[in-house]
């Protein structure tokens, strides 16, 4: 037993040795260890979550289906046969056939494609544009910020679905997927730039900032070296989750009849032209439905693991 | 709070003339020509075309066209449809519908909303709330048309349980399924929310202090848990309230119910550009006024916040 009213040699008062305090582990720091990065962190995180892992699987499987369609069915989406109306499953024909006689589940697999490069796309862009917006309003602050972020607000005011129905009447003579792409985005960056403008303004003002300027960096390299890396997460949070949202609302247009062309195989598309024969063949409706929840529900999936993965104030256990 | 009041209106001028104006921009100058709408299939009259434009002061350079729109809205006078009826008569007709529709869709999702989501959140890993957080994901996930024609078919044609459509004068039991339909989806991410702050507040000190003082268990529930919890529920509905006025176009397309939403399609296809233009206008307007009103809720929910 030490005697603790004298201190150890090189002390003026009597600390305890390291190894007699209860939080000997707590203090010890293995420097030898490599240094554990956010993002390190975040993908520990991550690969321990059921959600993430279920939805990662999901969505890779999607993306498989979306980029070579041909390993799942060899029936032609676009080859219909009149004679083949409302048949009910076959060989080589699991789904059936639709009121125009074409096999729905060559539809279902072929519309992924459709589905997944309009979600992917509008994201790209919003997190592009709204994140640029974002930056220089939170960022530069002043006048620029209150011109941008009133934009903001106008912008936030209108209804997504009446905003792109109104824009995209105007041009229903375009037959390109990027028509609904950037009209989706058109009314889509706005969410992005307002949590963007947020996330700069708080980081802002935080000590790194402070000392990379003392060390004479100059604003635009603090933006883009220590200001937007800081900013990221909750980016990408709202980028997962939103673009579930991109998916629904092209399948939502495209079912109005004014998104997608006709002679694109989409889901919203298929599930609108089967709505007449509802009553009588449900099926019909259900096959695209259930794919394109399936989609939905593995992007929103992970955007919850994302979030908990890069938000550890939302953790939930 | 009169002064804070007196600011976020002067404040919301902004908004409403640059919405307006941008909808206003977004019907009538792009391309695309709403007096050949009006004609139809039928060969463009160059002459009546001419005093069409006139008549809605299309002849002239488009900003003095949106002054005098306003001008006019001011005065509740959006012109007229095509087919000659006033367009204040036609919105006058169906804004009662879907002020109905969104307000029981409103009830609907408060009310399931927030029982689910705090039931949820206080007994967090139950059997039930894993079931609860299973359903409000699928909810989330599935668009509302398809849950529209899934309602349809089940509770309409094979169990006819309720009407499969509503028609033009709705009664309670005709919107009750597109009401249900409608508030689904916000009902499911007002579970999300409720289950979370709940569950994050009941952890708080504050929360450990009202326990130890001795308050009964439902006392701190109520008066503890719950209001601190539906701060954010609030602002969610409220800002809510006033997109499920636009958001009803789907639902009321899918159940044929003749609202705003329905009027508004139809006459976008139609290039029925005045109504468009003065239905957009009303419902940013609804939407701004609901922003509001959540901000002057939150003072009375959450003494710590003081508007001077």
Request: a positive charge; glycine letters at 8%; one cysteine or more.
């Amino acid at each position: 037993m030490t005697d603790i009213t004298k201190p150890l040699p090189g002390q003026e008062r009597y600390v305890a040795p390291l190894d007699e305090t209860p939080l000997q582990t707590v203090d010890t720091v293995d420097e030898s260890a490599p240094a554990s990065s956010m993002w390190a962190d975040a993908w520990r995180t991550l690969r321990k979550n059921p959600l993430f892992i279920i939805s990662g699987i999901l969505i890779l499987f999607i993306i498989f289906v979306a980029l070579f369609p041909g390993v799942f069915t060899k029936n032609d989406p676009n080859y219909c046969n009149l004679d083949n109306s409302l048949e009910p499953a076959a060989a080589g024909h699991p789904f059936g056939f639709d009121l125009q006689g074409c096999d729905v589940y060559a539809r279902v697999v072929y519309g992924t494609r459709t589905s997944l490069s309009v979600g992917i796309l509008t994201t790209l862009i919003v997190v592009a544009v709204g994140t640029l917006v974002g930056a220089i309003a939170g960022f530069f602050g002043g006048w620029v910020d209150a011109v941008l972020s009133r934009i903001v607000d106008i912008f936030m005011a209108i209804p997504m679905l009446l905003g792109a129905i109104v824009v995209l009447q105007m041009f229903r003579t375009i037959t390109s997927i990027w028509k609904v792409v950037l009209v989706l985005a058109l009314f889509g960056w706005v969410s992005t730039a307002r949590i963007a403008r947020g996330a700069v303004l708080s980081s802002k003002n935080l000590e790194f900032n402070t000392a990379s300027t003392a060390l004479g960096s100059t604003p635009t390299r603090n933006l883009f070296r220590h200001i937007l890396p800081n900013s990221v997460s909750p980016i990408i949070v709202i980028a997962t989750t939103s673009l579930g949202s991109y998916i629904v609302s092209e399948a939502t247009l495209s079912f109005l009849g004014i998104g997608l062309p006709t002679t694109t195989v989409s889901w919203g598309g298929d599930i609108s032209k089967a709505q007449s024969i509802l009553r009588t063949d449900p099926m019909v409706l259900f096959y695209p439905s259930v794919a394109l929840a399936i989609t939905v529900l593995a992007f929103i999936m992970m955007g919850d693991a994302v979030k908990d993965a890069l938000d550890p104030k939302s953790r939930t256990a | 709070m009169g002064k804070y009041l007196l600011r976020r209106i002067l404040q919301m001028i902004p908004v409403v003339l640059g919405t307006t104006l941008l909808v206003y921009a977004l019907v009538f100058a792009l391309p695309g020509d709403p007096v050949k709408a009006m004609f139809g299939d039928k060969p463009v009259n160059e002459a009546v075309a001419a005093q069409i434009r006139a008549e809605y002061n299309l002849d002239k350079p488009f900003i003095v066209q949106y002054f005098l729109f306003l001008k006019n809205a001011l005065s509740l006078n959006f012109g007229e449809t095509f087919a000659g009826q006033p367009v204040i008569s036609e919105i006058g007709r169906a804004f009662p519908v879907t002020i109905k529709l969104a307000l029981m869709a409103f009830c609907f999702e408060a009310i399931f909303g927030c029982v689910f989501g705090v039931i949820s959140g206080l007994k967090k890993g139950k059997w039930y709330d894993s079931v609860i957080l299973i359903v409000s994901l699928l909810l989330i996930s599935v668009p509302t048309f398809v849950t529209g024609f899934l309602g349809q078919y089940l509770l309409g044609v094979k169990w006819r349980i309720l009407p499969v459509t509503a028609g033009s004068n709705p009664g309670f039991l005709d919107l009750l399924m597109p009401a249900m339909v409608l508030g689904s989806v916000s009902m499911a991410y007002i579970i999300r929310l409720a289950r979370s702050e709940v569950s994050s507040n009941i952890a708080q000190d504050y929360v450990r202090t009202a326990r130890a003082k001795g308050m009964t268990n439902t006392s701190v529930t109520f008066r503890h848990i719950l209001r601190n919890s539906m701060i954010p529920v609030v602002t969610y509905l409220g800002q809510d309230l006033g997109a499920l006025m636009g958001g009803a176009m789907i639902t009321e397309q899918i159940f044929n119910i003749h609202g705003v939403g329905f009027l508004t399609y139809q006459s976008i296809l139609k290039g029925e550009a005045n109504m468009v233009v003065s239905v957009v206008t009303l419902l940013t307007l609804v939407f701004v006024v609901c922003n509001l009103l959540v901000d002057m809720l939150y003072a009375a929910l959450d003494p710590r916040i003081r508007y001077a």
